[in-house]
Nanobody, 115 residues
Framework: QVQLVESGGGLVQPGGSLRLSCVAS????????MGWYRQAPGKERDMVAL???????AYADSVKGRFTISRDIAKNTMYLQMNSLKPEDTAVYYC?????????WGQGTQVTVST
């Protein structure tokens, strides 16, 4: 099992930046899939970015060129750098991993992009 704790959300103006962090309760070097999802009010939870231990990364079309996923194995931490934020990026962002074939989610962190 693994516990995931996100942080870094908040209120930001359009065009601004935020960096989300996800700290895992165990070493992440062996995790094959790690990533971020988001869920806006009244909508389904959608993939934002997914990465594999082999270095493959996929981004949702809506965030390509603006968001970057990365990880620091020494800190058991995954990041989502979000630049050029838009109001439509407003959502609860969830950290996600697959361990032993089972999915695990963090509790979510709210990101609000508004003037």
């Amino acid at each position: 099992q693994v516990q995931l704790v996100e942080s870094g959300g908040g209120l930001v103006q359009p065009g601004g930046s935020l960096r989300l962090s996800c700290v895992a309760s165990r070493n992440i070097s062996s995790l094959y899939i790690m990533g971020w999802y988001r869920q806006a009010p009244g909508k389904e939870r959608d993939m934002v970015a997914l990465g594999t231990s082999g270095g493959r990364i996929a981004y949702a079309d809506s965030v390509k060129g603006r968001f970057t996923i990365s990880r620091d194995i020494a800190k058991n931490t995954m990041y989502l750098q979000m630049n050029s934020l838009k109001p439509e990026d407003t959502a609860v962002y969830y950290c996600y991993v697959i361990l032993g074939g089972s999915p695990y989610w963090g509790q979510g962190t709210q990101v609000t992009v508004s003037t």
